[in-house]
Every structure is written in C-alpha cells, then in structure tokens.
C-alpha cells in the first residue's frame, strides 16, 4: 500500500463504535508498575555477562600523549582493557555515528579514551579511574556566538534545502510601512530522557546480538553494520521498551559500539551503561541557536515579507543543522519569505535531533516575533495570525492537506477567555504578581516513513502482531493493539502486539512525530490483507461484520479461530510514502494559550495555567494523544523558562551535566494544563487519515509563555530561557530611562 492517491472511506469510517480513537488504558501499562517490562539495561541473559565502563577524555581536542592501564587491569575482577591500541578494527562512521576507540585522536569531550571490562559493574568503575591518560591539546573552539562570521551553509538534508527563497523578502521588508527585526537566542539542551543509554552485547555464531536502547532498530542495523564492518543482516537489535528518547536513542551510541566490541574480545556478554553524566557528552545534544527574523507588514497586519535567518552549530565535519527557520516557510501567507540556515563547526560533542528539532526552537522566535509585530501594530495578536492564514503553502506553492490553524486559534481563545485580556503589560495585579496571557501558533511536519507488519491469527483465536517499532513510552503497543482489535473485530485482550525486534518485519521505529501513522498504517493493510483472507476462508463478502471474534453475514456466523485452523493464519502489509506528500503540504496544527505571574520584586515567573488545542487527523488515542500533547506543551514549558546546557567555552565541556542542575519542570511548576484535539481526517496524510502528535506540543508552546511574561511586565526577553536575573535585568532597564539605550529595540514603525 502506498500514499499516491488521497484515501477512500476505510473500515476505520464506517465503524461507528470501534476502539480506534478510544481512550484505552496503556496495554503495557501493568508490566511496567510491576517491574517486568524489560529496558536494557535489566537482561540477565545469557549467563556469564561482564560489564562495561567507559573511560571518558577530559579534553575537547587533541590527541592521547599517555596512556597506562596496568593498575587498572591488575585490579580485582578486570576481564580487560580495551584502548585505541587493542581495540579490534572498525568500519567507517555512519549518520552521525563514529568507531569508538579507532585512533589516539580526541574530537570532543567525554569521547571515550578506554573501555574497562570487569566480573561486575562495580569492579570496572573502580578500575576505569586507574587508567591514567595523558593529553597533548590543541586549542579549543567551541562557542557558537563567537564563530557566526565563520558559519557557512550547510548541505542540504534530502527534500529539506538549507536556504529557501520566494520573491523578493529584502525589498519588500524595506518598503513594509511596519517592521520588526529581533534578534532570539536559544541555549543548548539535552534531552534528559529517564533511562540512560545502556547495552547488554554478545556474539551468538557470527551473529551479533544487542539489547539496547534504541528508537528505530532498522536504522540502528545499517549504523552498526557500517560501524563494525558487519553485514547488517549479522546484527539482531531488541529494544522491546524504551525509557525514553526525544531523539537522543534515533541512533547506537558508544554504550551498543564499545559493548559489542567489548564482547567479541572478551567472549562474553557485555553490558554497558553510560552514566547520566557521560550521557551528556557521549550522546546527542540540541545545539544553540541565533536567530534574526524581519517582518514587514501593511498597516493593517498583513505580511508582505518574512526573512529569518539562523545560525547552530556541531562537530568539526558534522553537516547536520538545527533546522530552525524551516517551520516558517509555510507558516503565514506572504508573497515575501526568505530562510536561510549557517553551521558553525565547533569543538564540541555531535549536535543532532531532539524532540521537534527546528520548530522547538525555531517558534520560540518567530511566535515572539509575530506577538512583536502584533504590538508594533496595535493588533490583537490572534487576530493578526487569524489575518495571515495561508491557503497554500506559501514557499512550495502547493494546497495544504489540511490546514485548521485558525480554528485551533478562535476555539482555545474561547475557552480560555482571551477576551478578557489587557493588552497594555503589566495591566493586571494579584498582590505581589502582575499576570499576562500569551498566545502562539503551532505546526509540525506530518511525514510518512516505510514500514511492514505482519498478524497471525492461532487456532485459539488471538491475533499476534509483529513489527520492529518501538515503543519510547508514547504508546505505540496501545494504539496498534487498538488498529488490530477494531480491524479484525478482537476484543484488545485477544491481540498480543510484539514490537521492538529487528528480527520482525521492518518498521519506521519512533521518531519525527512518524511512528503512529508509519507502523500503523502498516498494521492497518497487513489487518485488511487478513481480513480478505479470513473471507475467502468463509466464503463471505466484504459487507460480511467482523465483530466479537466472529464473521457474520446475514444468519451465518463463524469464528476467526475456526478459520484459523490448528496452522493458524498469517498475512503481511506494508505502507510507502507515495506521492502525497509531495503533492500536498502537510502539517499538524495548533495553538497555545498560557497564563503567567511574575514576582514583581524577585522576577520569579510561575505558570498559572496554560492551554493546547490541537488537529492532528484521526486521534488514535483520545488518552495517549492528550498525554503525548500535555508531555510536549510542558517540554516547551522547559524550553522557555529553565532548560540551558551551561557550556565552559575553554575546555568545550558541559558544567551542568547532571539532572541536578540542568533543570525540567517538575510537578510545581506545571498548575492546570489541558490539550484538546479538534475532530478532522486527513486523507492525503496516511491510510490511518492521522497525523504525528508527538513533537507537535511542544512547537510553539515555549514562545505562548514568553509571549504572557511579556504582557505580565513589560519587559520582552530574547534570550532563553527566561530566568528571573535576565528579567531583574528587564525591570532594571525599564524602570531607568537612562539605562534604555542598552535593551535592543523591540520594532521600529513606520
């Protein structure tokens, strides 16, 4: 099944009262609260293991002077060492992902140096603090901020160009009788997933066989294959529950590289675990960001040019750029629109995907820019969104598949009393708190990736399904148990879904906000293929029900188990992108309403409440897809007010490497937050006629908060996150004349 033309009405249409879209509890959800869902690092097959600990360096660049580890393998049960001087022969790095211990050549810091191998995990702590390393550095180069005139454009990643550029932004923002030209700043961020990365390797007859982490396995394969010299039909991956990702398990890390290198020298399993503080610099980072956005608009709040240009940065060699200007390219109607996209190589850890990579930061600015705008105008800032809806994609020049920004935007202004908003900051008083509301758009790409399935029905009438998608905690197991069970008229206990396998058929895994629509519609042809089969066997027709575990038509009724047979029953499906998406411009869309105080003495700011109303296609899951919602709106919540990566520019390490000091929101901080879906079906989009969700509340939910600490004080803060010295600092500027001049100007009126 592919997507070349837009989907007829579906089983899934004409059932009025299936599961699909059902808010059923998470099916995994008891083996989890009991402790026998298994993560990987808790395998304890096969017998034998010896455990891994990775030695990292302790400079950002440079090369290995020394190196003793005869203390370290002399300790009590060390098993053995493994350096860039024994380490077997490697392959050749692969999407973003290197050899590990290949050279005396150091390219970060926390690269690893060693890799102790020892009877038990305490044994090889103790002994990685023996290895003695010595380093020869060389200068350090790792601030993004100081190397923007060194940025030069990226590549360009597959149908994403680096730069776009529709009629003439520069003229027309010239001419424009109101502008706004800002600057935004965003930190580096980590994504501070609850299950560090962690590996448990061996090698059964040539084959290689890892537990691991991992969010798509199928992808996981052909890394390692390149990685290790390996064919990757040699690599088995199993990564039956994550504990999360937001993009940092998207690839293997150094935990699954050195653990199965750890295991061929060794000849035992290894299990390897990065610490929380190593997972900081051995696995992906979000890079900071700069980025300056003009606007240029008629006076009665109509764009005639939008130009923003940003700037990220990553490795030496690394191409990969955080793509932030990209959402704005079919954001508003305009018939001005320029992006541009630098790269700045730096010494630092590889930058890389993290969750909603490009719109997360990339609307922390453009949806401040536009409540700028908004101000510069004297506009109500929905209503100048609602006046800037597009009716096609503005830079591809294409129609939407659906497009219900604005319905998102009157109904969450609606419930959540818009109306009642001052527009002049700092209007409103509770005590020693001043209180604003802020709005902000939302939009995520909603793409389609390949993907197989296969079901079996046995003879005691439960359906099996198989697929190597993972799970990473946002309800893939529920939600394709929920597509089986409607599909072959099962109850949901009568279907037993097995994902997380390379061993079963190919899947997209979890990633980009594509894995429901992905392996789901994939399940959905494989259920459909199962179906005509389970008629032929009962000589019915495709008006035949299928209901309760039976096929009726008419007076006659058999039951799926007796079709089955003692054999059972199998059948495959499959799902390709086709051609709608290149036909269509398709986005999941929102909007985000929140409510702020802000101390006016300290410049604490606490959330008051905040709202998401969203359309994302056919919802799956009324229950996962509010959680999945809620989860990204409160991700945005840590983007605007307390997520930072602190880096140390000298030695290109990260000081706040732990969950201590890199700060999420906890229950505190978020008061009542709600997430409701408007009803739509997209056609265009998947069999399913769903959308991705995951990714999507967190787009622009950070810039609504931004937007309400503005309309609390006055006092518009371009640099996140907006910690209360930067808003002391605000309070300070604005409260001295004299001091003014040194706050950038917020827009300039023509």
């Known amino acids: 099944m592919d997507m070349t033309h837009p989907v007829g009405t579906t ?6 009262d299936g599961i699909v879209g059902k808010p059923l509890d998470r099916v995994d959800g008891p083996s989890k609260v009991t402790g026998t869902a298994t993560y990987a690092y808790e395998y304890r097959e096969p017998e034998n293991i010896a455990y891994g600990y990775l030695v990292p360096a302790s400079i950002a660049r440079g090369r290995i002077a020394t190196l003793d580890t005869a203390a370290a393998e002399a300790m009590p049960g060390v098993v053995a060492v493994l350096t860039y001087r024994n380490a077997p022969k490697q392959g050749s790095a692969s999407q973003q992902v290197e050899p590990q211990l290949a050279s005396d050549r150091i390219d970060h810091y926390g690269q690893a140096v060693a890799c102790v191998v020892a009877d038990s995990f305490e044994q090889a702590r103790a002994a990685a603090y023996a290895v003695a390393v010595g380093y020869a550095p ?18 360009d990643r597959g149908t994403s160009p680096a730069d776009t550029s529709v009629g003439d932004a520069d003229a027309a923002f010239a001419s424009a009788p109101v502008k706004v030209e800002v600057q935004y700043t965003t930190p580096l961020q980590t994504h501070a997933m609850m299950e560090p990365h962690a590996t448990l390797a061996y090698w059964r007859r040539g084959q290689l066989i890892l537990f691991t982490a991992n969010q798509m396995p199928n992808r996981g394969q052909a890394i390692l294959a390149s990685v290790l010299n390996m064919n990757k039909d040699n690599i088995r991956i199993v ?20 653990a199965a290198l750890a295991s061929k020298v060794v000849d035992r399993p290894v299990k390897l675990a990065l610490t929380r503080q190593q997972v900081f610099h051995s696995t992906f980072h979000r890079s900071d960001t700069v980025q ?24 030496v ?15 508003y109607a305009t018939p001005n629109i320029l992006t541009q996209h630098r790269l700045a190589e730096l010494d630092i850890p590889t930058a890389s995907a993290m969750r909603a990579p490009g719109e997360a930061v990339g609307m ?12 510069a105008l004297k506009l109500d800032p929905v209503e100048l969104r609602i006046r800037n809806d597009a009716s096609q994609d503005p830079t591809k020049l294409i129609p939407y598949s659906t497009r219900a920004m604005v319905p998102c935007l009157r109904h969450g202004a609606e419930m959540f009393g818009w109306d009642k908003r001052v527009a002049t900051p700092g209007g409103v008083r509770d005590g020693q708190w001043t209180v604003g509301l802020g709005v902000a758009a939302a939009s995520r790409g909603n793409p389609l990736q390949p993907a197989k399935a296969w079901v079996r029905i046995g003879p005691d009438g439960i359906a099996t399904t198989r697929a190597a998608m993972t799970d990473i905690g946002t309800g893939s197991y529920t939600i394709l148990t929920q597509i089986a069970s409607e599909l072959l008229g099962l109850p949901p206990e009568m279907v037993r879904t097995e994902l997380g396998d390379t061993d079963f058929p190919m899947s997209s895994g979890s990633g980009g906000s594509f894995g429901a629509g992905s392996a789901g519609s994939a399940l959905y042809d494989a259920c459909l293929v199962m179906r005509r089969k389970l008629l032929a066997a009962a000589g019915m027709s495709d008006g035949a029900t299928f209901r309760d575990g039976r096929i009726t038509e008419g007076n006659r009724s058999v039951t799926l ?29 929102g909007a985000h309403f929140a409510e702020v105080g802000v101390d006016m003495d300290t410049g604490e700011i606490r959330l008051r409440r905040m709202l998401g109303v969203f359309t994302a296609g056919r919802i799956l899951n009324a229950k996962t897809a509010r959680s999945q919602a809620i989860g990204g709106m409160i991700f945005g919540v840590g983007a605007a007010l307390t997520e930072a990566v602190a880096l140390d520019p000298r030695f290109g390490m990260f000081v706040n490497h732990n969950l201590a000091e890199y700060h999420v929101p906890v229950h505190a901080d978020i008061p009542a937050i709600d997430a409701v879906f408007l009803p739509e079906l997209d056609d265009k989009s998947n069999p399913l006629k769903s959308k991705g969700i995951g990714e999507l509340g967190i787009c622009g939910a950070g810039a609504a908060v931004a937007n309400a600490v503005y309309n609390a004080t006055g006092v518009r803060i371009r640099d996140y996150p907006l910690t209360l010295d930067k808003v002391l600092a605000g309070f300070e500027a604005r409260d001295r004349p004299e001091r003014r001049s040194a706050v950038p100007a917020a827009t300039q009126g023509g």
């Not at 089983?11 to 009025?16: G, S």
């Not at 990564?239 to 050195?258: E, N």
């Not at 300056?292 to 490795?315: E, K, M, P, Y």
């Open 239 to 258: 990564s039956r529950y994550v504990g999360g990702g937001f993009g940092a398990k998207l690839t293997p890390h150094p935990d699954a590289v050195l």
């Open 11 to 16: 089983p899934l249409d004409t059932i009025t």
């Open 292 to 315: 300056r956005i003009r606007l240029g608009a008629t006076r009665d709040g109509r764009l005639v040019s939008v130009a923003h240009r940003s700037w990220s940065g990553n490795q």
């Open 138 to 155: 060389d200068p350090v180069n790792a601030a993004l901020d100081a190397n923007l005139d060194r940025a030069v454009k990226p590549k």
């Open 317 to 331: 060699g690394e191409q990969n750029f955080e793509a932030a200007a990209e959402v704005t390219r079919s954001l």
């Open 364 to 375: 922390l600015a453009i949806e401040c820019a536009m409540d700028e705008l908004a101000e």
């Open 561 to 589: 188990a007796s079709l089955a047979g003692p054999s059972g029953i199998e059948a495959d499906g499959g799902i390709e992108p086709g051609t709608m998406h290149k036909l269509y411009s398709q986005q999941s869309y």
